[in-house]
C-alpha cells in the first residue's frame, strides 16, 4: 500500500508564475490536508477537503491559493502568480476518516525565484 | 501567536543516552496530542499519540507524558540511536477536530 505521493518534490518557479502541486492520498483514503512549512518552521494548516469538496480552507491566504480535489484524479495545490514569500515545503496529508490518524506525504520543497 | 511550543530549539545526546524532548501548549481545550518525526527531505512521520483522559503512553523506545496541570508533553526516547536524529514535532488536536496545530521544533543530534 502506496504511501501519500507528492510530486513533484522540488519546484522552482520565477516570480509570477504559476505552481501546481500535487498529492495522491493513500488508497482508499478520502479526506486530504495541505500544510505549509516555513524554513525552521513548523507545519501550518491550510486547508482540508473531501472528494469534490472544499471543507476548511481557513489557513489558506485570501489570493493567488486554491486547492481542489477532483472525483478522479490527485488534489492539486494551486499557487498564482507566485512571490518569494511562497518558497516552502508544502506538505499532503490523507485520512480514512476525518479524525482518525493522518500520513503525510514526502513534501514538495518550492523555490521562488 | 503559537499555542503549541518547544522549549528548546536543540538537543544533543550521547547515543545510547536518554532523551527527553519537552512541549508546552496553551489551550486547555485540546485534548489529542501528537509527536512526529521528520528527517531531512521528508514529511513529518507520525511516532506516538496521547489523548487528555491519559497522562502516560508507552511504544516502543518511546514515552510521552502529558501533564494537563500546566500544559506539557514530552517524549522521552530510550537508548537513542543515530536514527533518531531529527527535527522532533508534538502537535495538538483540539476538540477532537481535524486540524493540527504544530509547534517548531526541536532538532535532535545523536553523537555517536
Known amino acids: 500500500n502506496a504511501g501519500v505521493m507528492q510530486n513533484p518534490r522540488h519546484l522552482v518557479r520565477r516570480r509570477g508564475q504559476e505552481a501546481r502541486l500535487r498529492c495522491s492520498p493513500m488508497?482508499?483514503?478520502?479526506?486530504v490536508y495541505w500544510y505549509r512549512q516555513l524554513p525552521e518552521e513548523g507545519l501550518k494548516f491550510m486547508v482540508y477537503?473531501?472528494?469534490?469538496?472544499?471543507?476548511?480552507e481557513s489557513g489558506m491566504p485570501k489570493e493567488r491559493f486554491s486547492a481542489e480535489f477532483p472525483k478522479e484524479g490527485p488534489s492539486i495545490l494551486r499557487i498564482q502568480q507566485v512571490v518569494r514569500g511562497d518558497s516552502a515545503a508544502y506538505f499532503c496529508?490523507?485520512?480514512?476518516?476525518?479524525?482518525?490518524?493522518?500520513?503525510f506525504g514526502q513534501g514538495t520543497r518550492l523555490t521562488v525565484v | 501567536g503559537e499555542s503549541v511550543g518547544l522549549h528548546l530549539p536543540t538537543l544533543s545526546v550521547q547515543e545510547g543516552d536518554n532523551s527527553i524532548i519537552n512541549c508546552a501548549y496553551s489551550n486547555s481545550a485540546s485534548d489529542y496530542f501528537i509527536w512526529y518525526k521528520q528527517e531531512s527531505g521528508k514529511g513529518p512521520q507520525f511516532i506516538i499519540d496521547i489523548r487528555s483522559n491519559m497522562d502516560k503512553r508507552q511504544g516502543q523506545r518511546v514515552t510521552v507524558l502529558l501533564n494537563k496541570t500546566v500544559k506539557h508533553l514530552s517524549l522521552q526516547i530510550a537508548a537513542t540511536q543515530p536514527g533518531d536524529s531529527a527535527v522532533y514535532f508534538c502537535a495538538e488536536n483540539i476538540n477532537n477536530d481535524y486540524k493540527l496545530s504544530f509547534g517548531a521544533g526541536t532538532t535532535v543530534t545523536v553523537r555517536a
Open positions: 496529508a490523507s485520512s480514512l476518516y476525518e479524525n482518525t490518524e493522518a500520513f
Open positions: 488508497k482508499g483514503h478520502s479526506h
Open positions: 477537503l473531501q472528494k469534490e469538496n472544499i471543507i476548511d
